[in-house]
């Protein structure tokens, strides 16, 4: 009686848990999927346009960008900035009577108009997230110098000014961050290397022909 009674018990928990199993419904209010599928893809638009903000050892400058992939690690870029150049012995100082900056010894005022061609290829791809995109970039092209006459009305000087032209170069790195396929945001540093072959006067009897420049510049940009 005992072993009969124990089988039949067996039998009735059995039967309950298949019956209890059955009739509780599949929870169909969450769905797992990978997590990199629930981000959006930032590289399927592969077309850049944008703008530089710069901060420099020569003040601010500023540029527009376009960046084409070719692969999925591998961009070619063409960049244009306008800068100011200054030599490293010059010291602002300020007028007490007007207010007014000067610069003693100073008689032209140099602004430098890089146009770079270059690759970014982008680092480590497959161990970070899409989140955090590192690169790093290099660059050659031609660049322009121009000089207008110090402490004169801006458009008596830029009327009067002259152009100088050479070629240079530039390589960095930076990073990208967010995981919007519309807009580009990131940081990089850049040195420039922008030499004359003739030396170019921002302060009188002495000729700069190295207008080497380091930048901080800050991205934006939309994908398409």
């Known amino acids: 009686m005992k072993i009969a009674a124990a089988l039949v018990l067996i039998v ?19 769905s797992f999927m990978p997590i990199r599928d629930l ?7 592969r077309t850049a346009l944008g703008l530089d ?21 591998l961009s070619w870029t063409l960049s244009w900035s306008f800068s100011e150049a200054k030599a490293p012995n010059e010291v602002d100082y300020i007028d007490p009577f007007t207010g007014q900056k000067f610069v003693p010894g100073k ?14 290829y982008r680092l480590f791809k497959n161990q970070l997230t899409n989140s955090f995109r590192p690169f790093i970039f290099a660059g050659v092209g031609p660049n ?36 919007d396929p519309n807009s580009l ?34 991205n934006i940009a939309t994908q398409y």
């Open 12 to 30: 009735s928990s059995v039967s309950f848990s298949q019956v209890t199993h059955t009739n509780v419904p599949p929870d169909s209010q969450y």
């Open 39 to 45: 981000a959006p893809d930032t590289l399927e638009r």
């Open 53 to 73: 903000l710069m901060i420099g050892n020569s003040g601010f400058g500023a540029g527009i960008f376009y960046k084409q992939g070719i692969t999925g690690t």
């Open 107 to 120: 008689i032209n005022q140099l602004f430098v108009f890089p146009l770079m061609v270059g690759l970014q």
């Open 144 to 179: 322009a110098v121009l000089a207008s006459p110090y402490d004169q009305p801006l458009s008596w000087s830029l009327s009067h000014s002259h152009s100088h032209y050479g070629l240079g170069a530039y390589f960095g790195t930076g990073a990208y961050f967010g995981l």
């Open 185 to 218: 945001m990131g940081v990089s540093l850049r040195y420039y290397i922008l030499p004359m072959s003739h030396g170019i006067e921002s302060m009188q009897n002495e000729p700069m022909a190295n207008f080497n420049s380091f930048f901080i510049a800050f």
